[in-house]
Nanobody
Framework: VQLQASGGGLVQAGGSLRLSCAAS????????VGWFRQAPGKEREFVGA????????RYADSVKGRFTVSRDTAKKTVYLQMNSLKFEDTAVYYC??????????????????WGQGTQVTVSS
């Protein structure tokens, strides 16, 4: 399985960006795709996740109401729509895949595959 994340960039505070995570390779219909981020000097933190089969989602409190995770099953792509961006959202964003797909985990160690990361910079 390979994950390709894209869509990062520089945006002003209050603006929006949409990240994409395209999956390739053999996957079952029941897996979870999560989004994580890591700012300089900080640990990787959970942002949001989606169950591929039924579309159930979960979000970190810090992004709830501003970020939305969705999927396009035909394109095997998961999106992270980020609105009302804040300076503190600046980080490298990663998508990850949990083959188990049982729970929407916030723990990065439970995800089996990771994309390469895409930089999001929010200017204040």
């Amino acid at each position: 399985v390979q994950l390709q994340a894209s869509g990062g960039g520089l945006v002003q505070a209050g603006g929006s960006l949409r990240l994409s995570c395209a999956a390739s390779g053999r996957t079952s219909s029941s897996y979870v795709v999560g989004w994580f981020r890591q700012a300089p000097g900080k640990e990787r933190e959970f942002v949001g996740a989606i169950k591929w089969r039924f579309g159930e989602t979960r979000y970190a409190d810090s992004v709830k109401g501003r970020f939305t995770v969705s999927r396009d099953t035909a394109k095997k792509t998961v999106y992270l729509q980020m609105n009302s961006l804040k300076f503190e959202d600046t980080a490298v964003y990663y998508c990850a895949l949990d083959l188990g797909g049982v729970v929407l985990s916030v723990r990065p160690e439970l995800y089996n595959y990771w994309g390469q990361g895409t930089q999001v910079t929010v200017s204040s």
